[in-house]
């Protein structure tokens, strides 16, 4: 029972320090953080924060409303397995109906594309629309494609009628020769008509100063796909910062940052937002400002000895293998990526969660340790107790018998007149057997 509450113990007190830290950093990521690294770079050089996104690169298709696409199969397992397509229909395209026995019978709403109701409607349920119905919607554009699954059973009973989850997918059991609706909703506003396209896909970069909290970051530069920047601060207009003018053509948004300073460290994020299609991603970047570089050693000559024979002793500033300008330097590509979170306030609270956590652990192993040896000590101590009174308690039914010593007789007698041996022998054993006698009836 002791050992349960000490657990007991421990899970609460863990739980009381681990849940708000884990709560604060689920709640303060609204993007999804895609690459997060360290860089260290002297004073006074340039650096190149990268920003690369494929997913970027959008090709503004006019005709994205036949990217959109929902169609309907009908999976079949008996008599074998079988796949058939229903139907399709894409935004502002008539309904495609496969089979002609199905035409007039099988049908979505018109205004599926508007309020995202695509569920399908059948008339006149036969025993052959049995099968696992499967709605599939695609936006090929923004690269998105969702399915949901629905079986369809049939009975000639109207109290059989009913709908429920299996867990995998919803069944219908629906009478023969009436109608259904497989439900088939999405009001996302994916599937809608939005904004104007270049208005929905937006990039910026923030920069958070050491010691100050990510709600205080400060806004350096926003990008739309339209062509329109909005710059904050003097950096960008005297060339301290820039982004690439053809950022959403090519899909690099990478901030570069000249003459780097110690004012400059801290932590630089890229956002990339596609609010029509969903697109949330940032990637995080701690800038820390070195010592700058050494200059360049002086070049040294040497004056001519005479004037008929010159000669210049040059000291070559760098070797040939060496890198011939110093004061350009590269950034590699790490092959390790280095995941950086933002400090949250519950870090505090977690480093203490888990130093409670190490020695309640520890209380806990010593708790157990010192109970099982008490429990072991008595146990033998009642042992020794039990051995001490066998052995000092006699029981009272015991006799105690005293040994007689049976003695020789010896002795002589003084009538030595004895015909022979045997007479003088049967004499004195009948002496001795009186005596022994004696002493047995006392």
């Known amino acids: 029972m002791m050992t349960q509450l000490h657990f007991l113990l421990f899970v609460s007190v863990s739980s009381v320090f681990f849940l708000p830290s884990a709560w604060g950093q689920s709640s303060s990521k609204l993007d999804v953080v895609v690459e997060a690294r360290n860089i260290t770079l002297p004073a006074g050089t340039q650096a190149v924060l990268p920003c690369h996104s494929p997913r970027m690169i959008w090709t503004r298709d006019r005709l994205k409303d036949r990217q959109r696409v929902v169609h309907w199969d009908l999976f079949r397992s008996t008599p074998e397995y079988s796949v058939e397509r229903i139907l399709d229909m894409s935004a502002g395209v008539k309904e495609r109906v496969y089979n002609g026995f199905n035409k007039g019978r099988i049908t979505i709403p018109k205004t599926a594309f508007t309020d995202g109701n695509f569920s399908l409607v059948i008339n006149n349920v036969g025993t052959a629309d049995r099968g696992v119905y499967s709605c599939n919607l695609h936006h090929h554009y923004c690269q998105l494609h969702q399915s949901i699954k629905i079986q369809l059973n049939t009975t000639k009973s109207v109290r059989k009628e009913k709908r429920y989850w299996d867990g995998d997918k919803t069944v219908f059991v629906v009478l023969l020769g009436s109608s259904v609706v497989l439900p088939c909703v999405n009001r996302r506003p994916l599937w809608m008509e939005g904004q104007q396209e270049d208005q929905q896909q937006v990039a910026h970069w923030d920069w958070q100063p050491p010691g100050v909290r990510p709600d205080g970051a400060d806004r350096l530069v926003d990008l739309y796909a339209s062509g329109e ?42 956002h990339l937002h596609h609010h029509y299609c969903g697109l949330h991603e940032r990637l995080i970047y701690r800038l820390m400002v070195g010592p700058s570089l ?39 590509r790490p092959r390790v990526v280095n995941v950086i979170l933002p400090e949250h306030p519950g870090h505090f609270f977690q480093q203490m969660g888990y130093f409670l956590a190490t020695f309640f652990l520890l209380a806990f192993i010593i708790t157990i340790v010192i109970v099982l040896t008490r429990r072991r000590r008595k146990r033998g101590l009642e042992y020794d107790l039990r051995r001490s009174e066998r052995s000092h308690v006699t029981g009272h039914d015991d006799i105690a018998l005293d040994a007689t010593v049976l003695k020789v007789c010896t002795q002589e007698y003084p009538n030595s007149d004895y015909k022979n041996n045997l007479l003088k022998e049967r004499d004195m054993s009948k002496g001795c057997n009186k005596e022994m006698d004696g002493k047995l009836w006392i």
């Not at 960008?236 to 990478?254: C, H, L, T, W, Y």
């Not at 070049?299 to 040939?320: E, G, M, R």
């Open 229 to 270: 920047r909005r710059q904050y601060g003097p950096l960008f207009p005297v060339d301290k910062m820039s982004v690439s003018e053809d950022a959403f053509s090519v899909g690099d948004f990478s901030l570069t940052i000249s003459n780097l300073q110690p004012v400059d460290k801290g932590l630089y994020s890229c």
């Open 294 to 332: 050494p200059p360049p050693p002086p070049v040294l000559t040497a004056a001519p000895a005479a004037p008929a024979v010159p000669t210049v002793l040059a000291i070559p500033n760098t070797l040939p293998n060496d890198d011939p300008s110093p004061d350009v330097v590269e950034l590699e």
